[in-house]
């Protein structure tokens, strides 16, 4: 893969450091490695050792089995919306775009009264109307994301909109729907591949932010922001029920900025930062 070859090694160790989240989540959950999850297998709150690699928390259940079930939660909740919010970023940005005029505005003024709201707020506001758990989560992470994107999307679209090969495909007789999809959106895929990590890094922090305020992953499920939530109630009891899984938190959010800071040099290389 031509950009593999030319991504420095901090892009490359960003991507690397995703997959291996991914991997151990996997394989610490398909093959139950530690145990069940939910399952009582020690004292409450032993600290780490050789038969319980993270120690157990406040029920005498094995931490790591539970932090493997917590990035899964984590990583396909955040990936999920951003999927979502890919799709209709994409469409809401094409056609405000393209089309430009009062369908233009219309869109703009949505997405501009989502995004003055504060993240956090917009988050607990969606889990209070719908109710805490996943799809609050999920929605939460599309409302809050998907305002930027749009307008990143649109503002490409309308630059490409101007090309020479858009205007003689309409001067062709091209339908705009196909104008759109052939000429315009393989135009745009840049900007949505880059805005997409951005988005990613987002919804990993919002579902750590509504788990950890209870609006998020309900129990008996795990999440990262559910197993700091419920650690920080031990903290000085029991430090490694909050340490663990905020340090794998934080190196997801850095692994996913670090990649898509390495995408956007690279598929935007007139704006590509030297590391040297």
């Known amino acids: 893969m031509r950009w593999w070859r030319r991504a420095d090694w901090l892009t490359r160790s960003g991507l690397v450091v995703l997959a291996v989240l991914v991997v151990v989540s ?44 917590g990035i899964g939660t ?11 919010t890919a799709v209709l970023a994409t469409a809401l940005g094409l056609v405000a775009g393209y089309w430009g005029g009062w369908v233009g505005e219309v ?16 988050a607990i506001l969606v889990a209070a109307v719908i109710g805490p758990g996943l799809a609050a989560t999920v929605c939460s992470v599309v409302l809050i994301t998907i305002p930027l994107m749009t307008r990143l999307v649109r503002a490409a679209a309308v630059t490409v909109s101007q090309r020479d090969y858009v205007t003689s495909a309409i001067i062709s007789g091209a339908a705009w729907p196909r104008v759109l999809t052939r000429h315009v959106l393989p135009n745009v895929s840049g900007t949505v591949a880059v805005q997409g990590t951005y988005a990613l890094s987002v919804g990993i922090l919002v579902e750590g932010g509504l788990s950890f305020l209870g609006f998020g992953v309900q129990p008996p499920r795990s999440s990262l922001g559910a197993l700091i939530q419920q650690g920080s109630t031990y903290l000085l009891a029991a430090p490694w029920l909050v340490v663990t899984p905020g340090v794998v938190l934080v190196v997801a959010i850095l692994a996913v900025n670090v990649f898509g800071d390495g995408l956007r040099d690279g598929l935007e290389p007139r704006k590509a930062r030297s590391l040297t």
């Open 26 to 69: 996997v394989v610490g959950t398909v093959f139950g490695i530690g145990g069940r999850p939910d399952a009582i297998v020690g004292p409450r709150l032993a600290p780490p050792s050789a038969q319980w690699w993270l120690g157990t928390d406040q029920l005498g259940r094995s931490l790591l089995p539970r932090l493997f079930e």
């Open 74 to 84: 984590t990583l396909l909740l955040s990936t999920v919306a951003v999927l979502v």
């Open 107 to 122: 869109v703009l003024r949505l997405v501009e009264v989502l995004y003055s709201f504060p993240t956090i707020v917009l």
